[in-house]
């Protein structure tokens, strides 16, 4: 059974700031992998998806990186913004049945 | 992309009725498929809705409390049935249009069990 943990919980930063959210999955056998970021009480918005074959995807401050092999993917944030404030999510598409097995999500919160 | 309305978006309901959520996407889609999101939780996968078949239920999720619809390539309903106050979470729908890999959300439907 396909287990995905997201370190940290929670993080706090100063406005301006590159930082690293880190998400590991226990079955390396994945499709893809794609990151989320959810506002407070809002759905999910699609960042990322990184296939399988690929090491990393940019999507302007963004940049995510998969490991597949050790079961790890990296979301860079660069120079980072209050409006970036919000729980990111990564998941990880496994399985014939095509289902996302999320993990438990980073809660950011960017402050001026 | 895909662009997936719900409704309702929030909703308070009294313990032993039902609720039917509705999930419209805005192009035909090959893959429907429902979330719950229980309060400061992450995401667990209900089922996936196929078009002119029965849903696809994950372990712990039983039909007759999660009767799903999906008559057509763009719209699916999901009831949550005899409902208590564990049912009070966030209700998804997600979508993956065709030829396309990457998976859309609904705003999600806030509901809350009294």
């Known amino acids: 059974k396909q287990e995905v943990t997201q370190i940290p919980a929670a993080l706090s930063v100063p406005e301006g700031e590159n930082l690293v959210l880190n998400c590991s999955f226990t079955?390396?056998?994945?499709?893809?992998l794609q990151w989320f970021r959810q506002d407070p009480g809002k759905g999910l918005t699609s960042l990322l998806l990184?296939?399988?074959?690929?090491r990393e995807q940019t999507s302007g401050r963004l940049n995510a990186s998969l490991d597949k092999s050790s079961g790890r993917s990296t979301l860079y944030i660069a120079a980072s913004q209050p409006g970036d404030s919000a729980t990111y999510l990564c998941a990880v598409h496994t399985g014939t049945a095509s289902k996302l097995t999320f993990g438990t999500g980073t809660r950011l919160q960017v402050t001026l | 992309s895909a662009v997936i309305s719900q409704k309702p978006s929030r909703d308070i309901c009294q313990r032993g009725t039902s609720l039917t959520i509705q999930c419209q996407v805005d192009?035909?889609?090959?893959?429907m498929f429902w979330y719950r999101q229980q309060p400061g939780q992450s995401l667990t996968l209900i089922a996936t809705a196929n078009q002119g078949s029965e849903a696809t239920y994950e372990s712990g999720f039983v039909i007759d409390k999660f009767p799903i619809s999906r008559p057509n390539l763009t719209f699916s309903t999901l009831t949550v049935s005899n409902m208590s106050p564990e049912d009070s979470s966030i209700y998804l729908c997600?979508?993956?249009?065709?030829?396309?890999?990457?998976?859309?959300f609904g705003p999600g439907t806030r509901l809350l069990v009294l």
């Open positions: 997600s979508a993956r249009p065709r030829g396309l890999e990457t998976q859309y």
């Open positions: 990184i296939q399988s074959s690929q």
């Open positions: 079955d390396s056998a994945i499709y893809n």
């Open positions: 192009s035909q889609v090959t893959m």
